[in-house]
Nanobody, 112 residues
C-alpha cells in the first residue's frame, strides 16, 4: 500500500529556511512524478513544485521560483523541498502527492 509521510515543517522567521521531506513506502519512487502542494487557511490547495520521473525536470509556481528547490533521493524513496527566503505568504500546510495518494501534510508557519 502506498504511503507518503511528510516532515520538516515548523515555525520560522521571515527570511529563514526549512527543508521538507516526503518519504514514500509501497512503491519505487523514481518511477513517478512527485508533486508538492500547499494549502493556506481559507485558500484552495495549490501546486508548488514537481519533479519528473523521466528526466528529472522540475516545475515551480511563480511565487516560489528562485527560493524553493525540489530534489529526490531515489535510494531513500524520498523527495525534498528546500525552502529559502521564506515569507509569511508561504505559511500553509504542505503536502506531497504521488499518483492519487496524498501525505498527511506538514505545517509551515512563517512569522516574526
Amino acid at each position: 500500500q502506498l504511503q507518503l509521510v511528510e516532515s520538516g515543517g515548523g515555525l520560522v522567521q521571515p527570511g529563514g529556511s526549512l527543508r521538507l521531506s516526503c518519504a514514500a513506502s509501497g512503491l519505487t519512487l523514481d518511477m513517478y512524478t512527485i508533486g508538492w502542494f500547499r494549502q493556506a487557511p481559507g485558500k484552495e490547495r495549490e501546486g508548488v513544485s514537481s519533479i519528473s520521473s523521466s528526466d528529472g525536470s522540475t516545475y515551480y509556481t511563480d511565487s516560489v521560483k528562485g527560493r524553493f528547490t525540489i530534489s529526490r533521493n531515489n535510494a531513500k524513496d524520498t523527495v525534498y523541498l528546500q525552502m529559502n527566503r521564506l515569507q509569511p505568504d508561504d505559511t500553509a500546510v504542505y503536502y506531497c502527492k504521488v499518483l492519487d495518494a496524498w501525505g498527511q501534510g506538514t505545517q509551515v508557519t512563517v512569522s516574526a
